[in-house]
């Protein structure tokens, strides 16, 4: 047996607990030999989770006692688990979050006394903030749900306070270099960083082309003007680009729609890094996805106007390569001076860099953070045991 083989779990075949079928119970009700309390005992899905091996009357544990070698799926879902559960959980952020901007987008003209019969503003607000939420219930037990490549940025931090390079200093706004920084300060293993960014981009990406399929016909009747077109446009009165991705305002100055990204995702990843503090007030277990749901309520509600608050690159390069691929042209990455660079690339990122200094600064105490490393002493504390027993000896 492998090494991976074993770390697949197996069962071996065990006598069953299952409940008296309907039958069963009926020949008890006639005999008048049954106990009313005695029913539905157990867990049941979907309400409570159930093991596999779970054996009662409404779970069949099926193959779960098969000692059989696991199948390919089985190995190939063990070898790619996490950075699945970002994919998929980053697909719910696009999948409600870009349906409910074409639905409110796309119908106003279907009632003409209300054109806000399909959702307004509001509407879209909670449509995105429970994409998160799910997206966060679907892969916070797995991945640890970052669905977001910018709540790492903070943690560079040091590497930057420590160098006077300019060079350094840019190269470090590009995600390799984010990725280098995480695992150098921040525990997360660097040989998955890049995997978990390129699997939030593909879970963007694949959830747009689903939306898109869902709202094609009236996607193509909207940039006809009433009229079913194959032209897709990306800025003009019947441009449809922006149900997936986000613009600045027409009105905004560039230095206004990249501090809006910097502050409202600077708002986001402190309250992500004060959520996940053991030492402040951590929601209750199974509790932070409805928690997230309430914080981006508040970041859209507030600071959503600008710039449509990206607050992550993955959410929005993952619609753009969708959009270009089904041939809106090369504006997606142009238009605004591109902006997708220096908007939610740049400006989120210097967002979750400005949000976790702020909290790391003011609150946070754990020796993870780059601003809370000791002075002196080394990683190894093995070498400190020895230190100490080599004096106590002398």
């Not at 994409?131 to 790492?152: D, M, Q, R, T």
């Amino acid at each position: 047996m492998s090494e991976r083989e074993e770390l697949l779990p197996r069962r071996t075949s065990t006598s069953s607990s299952r409940k008296p079928s309907r039958s069963a119970r009926r020949s008890e009700v006639n005999q008048e030999t049954f106990q009313s309390s005695s029913a539905s005992a157990g867990p049941i899905l979907p309400a409570q989770a159930v093991a596999d091996h779970h054996d009662d009357e409404f779970h069949d544990p099926r193959w779960a006692e098969y000692s059989g070698r696991p199948n390919a799926l089985t190995r190939f879902r063990y070898i790619w688990r996490e950075e699945l559960a970002e994919m998929l959980g980053t697909s719910m952020i696009i999948f409600f979050g870009a349906s409910v901007e074409a639905q409110t987008s796309l119908h106003y003209d279907i009632n003409k006394g209300h054109p806000y019969s399909f959702g307004d503003y509001n509407s879209c607000r909670l449509a995105w903030a429970a994409g998160v939420a799910c997206g966060i219930w679907i892969a916070g037990g797995v991945s640890g749900a970052h669905l977001n490549p910018c709540e790492w940025i903070f943690s560079y931090l040091l590497l930057l306070m420590q160098s006077n390079s300019s060079q350094l200093m840019m190269t470090a706004l590009i995600l390799t270099a984010v990725t280098l920084a995480l695992w150098m300060y921040r525990g997360f293993p660097g040989r998955r960083v890049l995997w978990y960014i390129g699997a939030q981009i593909l879970g963007a990406m694949l959830a747009s082309f689903v939306v898109y399929a869902n709202y094609r016909y009236s996607i193509g009747l909207y940039e006809g003007a009433g009229f079913p077109s194959t032209v897709r446009t990306v800025t003009g009165p019947h441009a449809t680009a922006g149900i997936f991705f986000t613009f600045p305002q027409p009105w905004l100055p560039a230095s206004s729609a990249f501090l809006s990204e910097v502050v409202a995702t600077a708002v986001l990843v402190a309250v992500v890094l004060a959520l996940s503090d053991k030492n402040n007030l951590p929601p209750p277990k199974g509790t932070m996805a409805f928690a997230m749901f309430i914080v981006l309520i508040g970041i859209g509600a507030s600071m959503g106007v600008n710039t449509g608050y990206s607050l992550n690159l993955g959410r929005d390069w993952g619609p753009r390569l969708a959009l270009w691929i089904l041939g809106y042209g090369n504006e997606i990455w142009t238009h605004n001076s591109y902006y997708f660079a220096w908007g939610p690339g740049l400006g989120a990122l210097t967002g979750g860099l400005v949000g976790g200094f702020i909290y790391d600064f003011a609150i946070y105490t754990g020796r993870d953070s780059p601003l809370n490393r000791p002075v002196g002493g080394t990683a190894n504390p093995k070498v400190n045991d020895e230190a100490i027993l080599d004096e106590s000896e002398a």
